[in-house]
Each structure stands twice: as structure tokens, then as C-alpha cells.
């Protein structure tokens, strides 16, 4: 099946330092999404991107949509312990009515 | 505001039980949807339903069925629950001519 590659698989900063995370794929994507699961809870969009070159920011979090429609990343400035959790990235192909999730990058902040 | 909302949120079967997992949105979307997420394995499509009336095989729909009640409600069953069904699972919904799926909390099943 489709498959998007997310990394790196895990990551463990320092309070106070920028963080950045992308995902890649073989096929195109028309939209992608980036959420973050806390533990014991449902993923929580993040931000969403619609097209190809696309840069958007939500607060410290800032993503972008690849101009190839194949990847896109994330970064996260100035880490606080609370950014905690594991970060998913999302493709949706428009034709299709399924989002394909990557296996995730879980964050870890030591204050 | 509930958004979705599954019940319940731990179940506990013996191999061979039965067991429907209840989705239920407030959000009036078209779309839901029925993951299971698995240490390292990220989030994996199970089943879908694109409106009501329709469900469709996702990436991982063996040992499974669903029923789209209704609007509001779309529930996952398993038959006879083998150990490796156990995982966490989770329900999304998504409106119309839109790309963002709203995810439930999750119920996390164990299966011995």
C-alpha cells in the first residue's frame, strides 16, 4: 500500500531548542496534514497545507507543503517540555476519501 | 462540543469473544473512519465509510466488519477476537469536501 516515511523516529532535545521533522513519499499528495498525539489521547490536528509550496504557522509550529507534492516538513521553535508527544504527518490524494498516516516522531523534552 | 466520542475506552476479551466498538460524532460529517494504531506502526486504515449507507475496506480489514447506522454512528466489530487484534483504536470523522479528520479518544483493547 501507500506509504509515507517519517523522520527521525524519535527525537530527545533541550527545552529551548528548534525542532524539525519531515516526511517523504513515492506518490503525490494533494493535501498534507501534520497532527500530535498526547499520551492516552487522539491525534490533534496541527496544521494543514493545500498546496504545493505552501509554507503555513500555527504559533511556534511552522510546516510546509513540498513543491514536488511529495514530502513536506515541520518545525517547532523554541521547545517547551508541554511539545511532548508523538507528531504524524498525513497525506490525503483528493480522489480517494483516506488520509495515510506516517509511523510518527515522537518527541521528548527534557527542561 | 463532544466532537467523536467512542465507547468504551478499555475492554479487556478472552480469544474467540465477540465485541462492537461504538463511534458516535456530533459534527454532522459525511466521512468516518475506523484506525488501529500499533506501537511503531503509526495509524492504519481499517475500515471507512464515505457517507452513510457505504463502507469501504481500508490497508487492515481482515477480522473486522462495520455497520454505518446512521449519520451520527459507525461501529467496528470483531467477531471472534484473536491476541493479535489487541492494539488501540480509534475513530475519525471528516465533512464533505474536506481533507481534516477529527479523531476520538481512543479504546484500548487487550486481547489474552
Known amino acids: 500500500g501507500q506509504q509515507l516515511n517519517q523522520s527521525p523516529q524519535s527525537m530527545f532535545i533541550q527545552e529551548g531548542e528548534d525542532v524539525s521533522m519531515n516526511c517523504t513519499s513515492s506518490?503525490?499528495?494533494?493535501?498534507w496534514l501534520w497532527y500530535k498525539q498526547d499520551p492516552g489521547e487522539g491525534p490533534v490536528l496541527l496544521i494543514a497545507l493545500y498546496k504545493a509550496g505552501e509554507l503555513t504557522s500555527n504559533g511556534r509550529l511552522t510546516a510546509q507543503f513540498g513543491t514536488t507534492r511529495k514530502d513536506s516538513f515541520l518545525n517547532i521553535s523554541a521547545s517547551i517540555p508541554s511539545d511532548v508527544g508523538i507528531y504524524f504527518c498525513?497525506?490525503?490524494?483528493?480522489?480517494?476519501?483516506?488520509?495515510?498516516f506516517g509511523k510518527g516522531t515522537k518527541l521528548s523534552v527534557k527542561p | 462540543n463532544a466532537g467523536v466520542t467512542q465507547t468504551p475506552k478499555f475492554q479487556v476479551l478472552k480469544t474467540g469473544q465477540s465485541m462492537t466498538l461504538q463511534c458516535a460524532q456530533d459534527m454532522n460529517h459525511n466521512s468516518m473512519y475506523w484506525y488501529r494504531q500499533d506501537p511503531g506502526m503509526g495509524l492504519r486504515l481499517i475500515y471507512y465509510s464515505a457517507s452513510e449507507g457505504t463502507t469501504d475496506k481500508g490497508e487492515v480489514p481482515n477480522g473486522y466488519n462495520v455497520s454505518r447506522l446512521n449519520k451520527r454512528e459507525f461501529s467496528l466489530r470483531l467477531e471472534s477476537a484473536a491476541p493479535s487484534q489487541t492494539s488501540v483504536y480509534f475513530c475519525?470523522?471528516?465533512?464533505?469536501?474536506?481533507?481534516?479528520?477529527?479523531f476520538g479518544q481512543g479504546t484500548r483493547l487487550t486481547v489474552v
Open positions: 506518490s503525490i499528495f494533494n493535501t
Open positions: 475519525a470523522s471528516m465533512r464533505l469536501g474536506n481533507t481534516e479528520a477529527f
Open positions: 498525513a497525506g490525503h490524494r483528493g480522489s480517494q476519501g483516506n488520509l495515510i
